[in-house]
Antibody
Framework: EVQLLESGGGLVQPGGSLRLSCAAS????????MSWVRQAPGKGLEWVTV????????YYADSVKGRFTISRDNSKNTLYLQMNSLRVEDTAVYYC???????????????WGQGALVTVSS | QSALTQPPSASGSPGQSVTISCTGT?????????VSWYQQHPGKAPKLMTY???KRPSGVPDRFSGSKSGNTASLTVSGLQAEDEADYYC??????????FGGGTKLTVL
């Protein structure tokens, strides 16, 4: 059974940093691109970033470019999101999500974690 | 990249059909056959319902169907059931390794 478990969320002041982790199990983690998608309270989904299966390629939404860094450790089956220079508008539930099994396209996400809440407030 | 445009709400009675629209531009929906739809129940993670415009992942009922015309994609839910009540989000590849989502539509089963 595929499982994605996020951790590391919490309350941080504007300008601060936080690192999220996503522990994966139930599939061959190193074969799949992984994404982070966020959802502000009561709002819609917003794609944040994606990393290729081998970690060699990363892409970001304009809203987080230069502030957030996605990475992965395939030996530990874990995905990370380093968030720096956090803003109030970054407050959201952050989901990690896996590329769909039967597609080579990273933008179809077939398994999602339950999310980690990040609150940016003074 | 701007979000795709969805109606905030839609509704239908059990057994009826309802269609949710998702409007983008020639830079996203109109430029690629890379539209997907997600279902999200309150407090839960999103679930992939359709991909590549009209394909369904294994386990998704065939009551859910996707389509696209020009810059607008649609999700039709036929034979509405109580458990279909949820938020629905469209998404589209937008080029240059960007993915854009719609604002979401709350589907109410009357």
């Amino acid at each position: 059974e595929v499982q994605l478990l996020e951790s590391g969320g919490g309350l941080v002041q504007p300008g601060g940093s936080l690192r999220l982790s996503c522990a994966a199990s139930g599939f061959t983690f190193s074969n799949y691109a992984m994404s982070w998608v966020r959802q502000a309270p009561g709002k819609g989904l917003e794609w944040v970033t994606v990393i290729s299966a081998d970690g060699g390629s990363t892409y970001y939404a304009d809203s987080v470019k230069g502030r957030f860094t996605i990475s992965r450790d395939n030996s530990k089956n874990t995905l990370y999101l380093q968030m720096n220079s956090l803003r109030v508008e970054d407050t959201a539930v952050y989901y990690c999500a896996k590329r769909m099994t039967y597609s080579s396209s990273w933008y179809y996400l077939d398994y999602w974690g339950q999310g980690a809440l990040v609150t940016v407030s003074s | 990249q701007s979000a795709l445009t969805q109606p905030p709400s839609a509704s239908g009675s059990p057994g009826q059909s309802v269609t949710i629209s998702c409007t983008g531009t020639s830079s996203d929906i109109g430029g690629y056959n890379c539209v997907s739809w997600y279902q999200q129940h309150p407090g839960k993670a999103p679930k992939l319902m359709t991909y590549e415009v009209s394909k369904r992942p294994s386990g998704v009922p065939d009551r859910f169907s996707g389509s696209k015309s020009g810059n607008t994609a649609s999700l039709t839910v036929s034979g509405l059931q109580a458990e279909d009540e949820a938020d629905y989000y469209c998404s589209s590849y937008a080029g240059s390794n960007n993915l854009v989502f719609g604002g979401g539509t709350k589907l109410t089963v009357l």
